[in-house]
């Protein structure tokens, strides 16, 4: 695999590809990665990687974006004539069971194979075919209908909702800025909530002189908060210029961490409080702020007039009188929210579907349906039925855009000046303050402009530019050529045994993303203007969750075991069957590639526990680096930034068993073998861990079962913690590049923390893996004795050297230090360069304790310099002491100083 240059074709996605844009799907891998997954699985094994990536698109000296870039007609042929060589047909069956967003099957249909695309979700079928099925199907020219009727659905809102939206003459409004609102325990006051009050503060240089916030004012005799708007230069850091002064929003918060403040008579409304009156009452909204532009200026920002409260008071109204109507009653989405694993907005009384939705927002989308299907019916009267199920289609995906962004779920982006959509997480959140944009012309026009022009460039993307395929099995479009349906991956039961030549498919990843519980967020929208159009697909109240191949614990609450125990075993049994089905209709000589993506070694044992219990032996793997690190889900978090490509064959039904002990060396041998291959092509940090089980997997699946000495079978974990510890000794002797004999335990892990994780907080139950991996001490003293991370909620913490010198986890007294672990000295050292800034004092601290000619700690040192990322505080403390080293180790110089060292507290007189 040209693995430095998948990663570098990767990079190219992260911006402005239609197929990701057409509708949000969570976890959608790039398509230049699933064109190398799927090609590696078809072509013979003797192709070169010259060949392979020539095959792929790629030319050198030619700067190419595969994924924008359809394969030409003679790579096609070249690649079927192959696939003709090995599976005895030029268009190999290519199964995805868990399609997704649909990236696997997309970059199979553009090599015109014969593409079988399933999913469980309701959500993603509707994608999949609106991305792939429709532009085949019909090409280019749906876009002249498609237009035609998102600007008459446009058109009428625009008409229909006018009179919600009104507007001072001369503005054209684009978003209203709301914040929640609880009212006061203490005086009564309906009080706005945010954390901030930015409106406006776009960071390049054309833009500092029109940064905006607005500022509240208290209003203790109308028991109210009202706003001021502030507007001036960009001032020290991150405040406004004024003549009055520096202002600084962030001083202004009314709510931090769930608990509010109110301006009027500073009282702390608790977190308690605040969920108890939004479970009893719900909680309020307040308009505090208007964007609107003036002909074709830039933003501006005004605080609310008497017009605007005027259509909220009608929007309001109107929708009050409209829930008297039986059909109106019917496509509002009151469905009861599933309280799950992913929702975080029920303790904030959002029980409903509707409820993510103010009234005005909930009117405005509710009105879009009604119009939809008004244009349904036209639709149908005036197109063939398959043409106009797809204009339909596409015009409920604008429909979801606009549930997307315009919802309490969403929130509005000073630094972009820009509203983010509910969906750019994987969890649905509650924003305490959030955007609404205008509903009767740019919300509807903005999502649609966008995905006009997607659709457009998937025609291009697939060669159906001008309604042709580049490629003569596809000419004339065939529908065995692509079947998408809503199948669930253990239920394969259409299809005939040994009936698929090659299955590449990205399974859900344990419990990271609750898809079901995400699409009903979509779903129940969709299902107002689709559930006639496939009916096979809105038969349900809400998505699946039951079915659903996810590690989900709100499915087992209330049970007598722990949830999360439960909700493992459900999702290996569920992996298991789903791949003894993949077992089943592969050939006996076909090939089955497995993408994973996941950080806890915990979920890579089930998912592979799954595999090799089906008859699957691991025989290759890769790691690629897919993931945006600009869109990890967890920032100032480790993230895993690679999936792992596991290449798994039917295992050799009359492989024996195997015993652990003569494997374990094996797996040592192999994963230290090929770690400096994972490190040239860029694999560093936690995904070298985990890149390292794909060769544990290659030996532990051999053989079946593989049992101890005690004849009890042996699960993967123990092949990925043989991988873990030959990956820390590899990446110790690596760091150290001497003899590593010398280092305590404690001290390796400090270091080896850093390396792997290049972060200060990440998972607990990594903090522990590598604890066992280097042995040598209790992995519960790492917090409770040792004090160098805090522990919470199944993640961790680095101390930093001031906190661990706070709680008492070292002295820097020299007559009460111990220099048995080298990071306390470490931590000693820059505790006290943090604290008193005098170079003096840590040069006595370190002659003292003898740490000045310690070999050992110079190591540390230099190795701490190293793996500590530099943005953080301890590495920039380590080059200013680095470089004063030589001043560190000279002769003392007399200074008139005391030190006083006592509880390892410091005082400094000069």
Known sequence: ????????????????????????????????????????????????????????????????????????????????????????????????????????????VRYGLNVLAYDLNPVAVVTMKAAMEYPLKFGAELQEDIDKWVKWVGDEAEKRLAEFFPSQEGETVQNYLWAHTVVCPSCESVVPLSPNWWLYKRPEKQNLHKWCAVKPIPNPEEKRVDFELIKGKKGKGTTIQTEEGEFDPKNYDTVSRSVGKCPNCSNVIEEEAVKSQAQKEGLGHQLYAVAYKEGKSSLQFRVPSQIDFEGIEKAEQYLAEKLEDTFWNQIIPNEDRYDGYADRCFAYGLTRNSDYFNPRQLLTLVAYVEIINEAKAKIQAEYEPETAIAIITYLALVLDRCVDKNSRLSHWQASRAFSQAASGQHSLNLFWNYPEISGNGELWHW?????????????????????????????????????????SADSLFHLPDNSVDTIVTDPPYYATIQYAELSDFFYVWQKRVLDDIFPELFLTELTDKDREAVANPSRFRNMGESPDALASQDYEGKMQMAFAEHYRVLRDDGVMTVQFNHKESGAWDVLTKSLIDSGFEITASWAVSTENPQNLHQAKKNSVSSTVLLVCRKRDPNAEQAWWDDLRPEVANLVESRAPDF????????????????????????????????????????????????????????????????????????????????????????????????????????????????SASGSCKLLTPLQRLKKRAFSINPQEFSAQHLVNGLHGMIAIYQEEENIQMVRRFMQDTGLVSNDMFSKTMEVAFKVIPKNVPEHQALLDLWLAMDEIKSKVVYEQMEMNLDDGQMNLEL
């Open 1 to 108: 695999m040209p693995v430095n240059l998948l990663n570098e074709q990767v990079s190219y996605e992260s911006g402005g590809n239609p197929f990701k844009g057409l509708h949000r799907w969570y976890s959608r891998k790039p398509l230049s990665f699933s064109r190398a997954s799927v090609l590696a699985s078809i072509l013979p094994a003797d192709i070169t990687p010259e060949e392979f990536e020539q095959l792929l698109g790629l030319q050198n000296g030619k700067d190419i974006r595969l994924y924008k870039t359809p394969p030409p007609p003679h790579l096609i042929e070249k690649v079927q004539n192959y696939c003709e060589t090995v599976w005895g047909t030029k268009t190999p069956t290519v199964l995805d069971a868990f399609a997704g967003g649909g990236s696997i099957p997309f970059e199979a």
């Open 679 to 790: 490190e040239a092509n860029d694999i560093t940090g936690i995904d070298l861990y985990l890149s390292a089980f794909g060769p544990a997997l290659n030996v532990f699946s051999r053989s079946y079962p593989i049992l101890d000495s005690t004849g009890e079978e042996v699960r993967p974990e123990k092949a990925f913690a043989e991988a873990r510890t030959a990956i820390a000794n590899y990446r110790f002797q690596k760091l150290v590049q001497s003899d590593t004999a010398g280092f305590d335990t404690l001290t390796q892990w400090y270091l080896l923390a850093w390396d792997a994780f290049k972060a200060r907080e990440f998972p607990f139950d990594e903090a522990r893996q590598l604890a066992l991996a280097i042995g040598g001490f209790n992995v519960g003293d790492l917090a409770k004795v040792h004090k160098l991370l805090d």
């Open 447 to 487: 999502c649609a402009d966008a995905f006009v022009s997607d659709y457009s460039k998937l025609c291009q993307y697939l060669g159906t530019e001008n309604n042709s395929i580049q490629f003569k099995e596809l000419e004339k479009y065939d529908s065995k050529s692509i079947q998408i349906d809503a199948t």
